[in-house]
Each structure stands twice: as C-alpha cells, then as structure tokens.
T-cell receptor, first 114, second 115 residues
Framework: AQSVAQPEDQVNVAEGNPLTVKCTYS??????LFWYVQYPNRGLQFLLK??????LVKGSYGFEAEFNKSQTSFHLKKPSALVSDSALYFC????????????FGKGTRLSVIA | EAQVTQNPRYLITVTGKKLTVTCSQN?????MSWYRQDPGLGLRQIYY???????DKGDVPEGYKVSRKEKRNFPLILESPSPNQTSLYFC??????????????FGQGTRLTVV
C-alpha cells in the first residue's frame, strides 16, 4: 500500500529565505506525486505534480519540487519565502497503475516570519 | 467559474440526528470523493465514486453513506452522527477516473461538530 510521510509538523522560515518542506513516499512501481496548499478556511489548492521526465517540477506561486527516485523523496522548495506563503502543505501520491485514490501526508504547517 | 461547492460550510448537530452534506461540481468530472481532515492525521478518504451509480469505500467509510445519482452531485450522508465524526470534510472531483496523473479539485470544506 502506498504511503506518504511529511516528517515535520511545522516549518518556520524568515521572509526572503529559501524554504523546503519535506516529503517521502512509498508506492509500488512508479509514482505520481502532488503538492497541495491549504490556506486558512479554504479548501486544498493544487500546486504542482510530478508525472515523468525532468526531476525538477515548477508549479504555482514560484514553488518547485524535486523528485528523487533513489531517496523516494519529493521535497517542495521556494527560493525566497513570502509571508503570504504561510499555510498548510500536503504531499500526495498515487501509483501509475490502477485506479487508486490519492494518499495524503499529514501536512506541514509553514510559517513565514516577516 | 469551475468549482466544487459544498454546503453547509459549518454545521453543529446533535448525536443521532441524520444529516447530509451536499457536494456539487460544474466541471463534468467523472471522479468524485469525500475526505475528512483531522489534526495529525492529514486527509483520509471516506468514499469515492468513479462515475454515476458507481461508489466505493475509502479508508474510513464507517458511519457514512454516499450516493451518485447524477454526475455533478455526490452527497455525504451521516445516518446517525456521533462525536467522533466531528471533523473538517472536503469533497473533491477530477476528470477521467482512469487518469492517475490528474489533479483533484477541492471544495471549501464543511466543518462539522457533533455534540
């Protein structure tokens, strides 16, 4: 069965500094990987996904994520954090094969301090 | 505007009183699902539907029912709510249920409190 681990419940970063939100996954076969963001009192919004090809994926709001197959990781990154990036971030995985649902990590709360 | 709409956004109810949370999408998506979000547990899938009249259990289906009589609607039914169903609920939809690389679109959430 597939699973996702987000090892940090909370990440704090100063505005203007680079940020990383970590995600590792476990899935049979090759994965489809996703990042979603949840702002307060809102639903989840899609940020980016990895399907195949280039390991560095660029998404919305200046975010990017790097797929590392050997480390089974898909860390979310941004070169320069904004206060408005403060939110809850979810990593999710689905295997290539079968019609299985998305499996989400527990979420990481990002706090960007001015 | 393409969207997934849930109603109500907030609901406080008493134990045992049947309730329905509605979900509607205007994107002609085949695939719809319900999740609950609890602190420290992330999002867990309750039920999903690959198309009209096709529903299946997710990870935590106990105490919930769903129906998919029309493509756009996927209501979540709690026949006899209990306090452990107090949670934040999200409905999601995506096109073409057999496209694993397709991202899901989420509703704004329903915060349910059962007292």
């Amino acid at each position: 069965a597939q699973s996702v681990a987000q090892p940090e419940d909370q990440v704090n970063v100063a505005e203007g500094n680079p940020l990383t939100v970590k995600c590792t996954y476990s899935v049979s076969g090759n994965p489809y990987l996703f990042w979603y963001v949840q702002y307060p009192n809102r639903g989840l919004q899609f940020l980016l996904k990895y399907i195949t090809g280039d390991n560095l994926v660029k998404g919305s709001y200046g975010f990017e994520a790097e797929f590392n197959k050997s480390q089974t990781s898909f860390h979310l990154k941004k070169p320069s954090a904004l206060v408005s990036d403060s939110a809850l971030y979810f990593c999710a995985v689905r295997p290539y094969s079968g019609n299985t649902p998305l499996v989400f990590g527990k979420g990481t709360r990002l706090s960007v301090i001015a | 505007e393409a969207q997934v709409t849930q109603n109500p956004r907030y609901l406080i109810t008493v134990t045992g009183k049947k309730l329905t949370v509605t979900c509607s999408q205007n994107m002609n998506h085949e695939y719809m699902s319900w999740y609950r979000q609890d602190p420290g547990l992330g999002l867990r899938q309750i039920y999903y539907s690959m198309n009209v009249e096709v529903t299946d259990k997710g990870d935590v289906p106990e105490g919930y029912k769903v129906s998919r009589k029309e493509k756009r609607n996927f209501p979540l039914i709690l026949e006899s709510p209990s306090p452990n169903q107090t949670s934040l609920y999200f409905c999601a939809s995506s096109p073409r249920s057999l496209s694993p690389n397709t991202e899901a679109f989420f509703g704004q959430g329903t915060r349910l409190t059962v007292v």
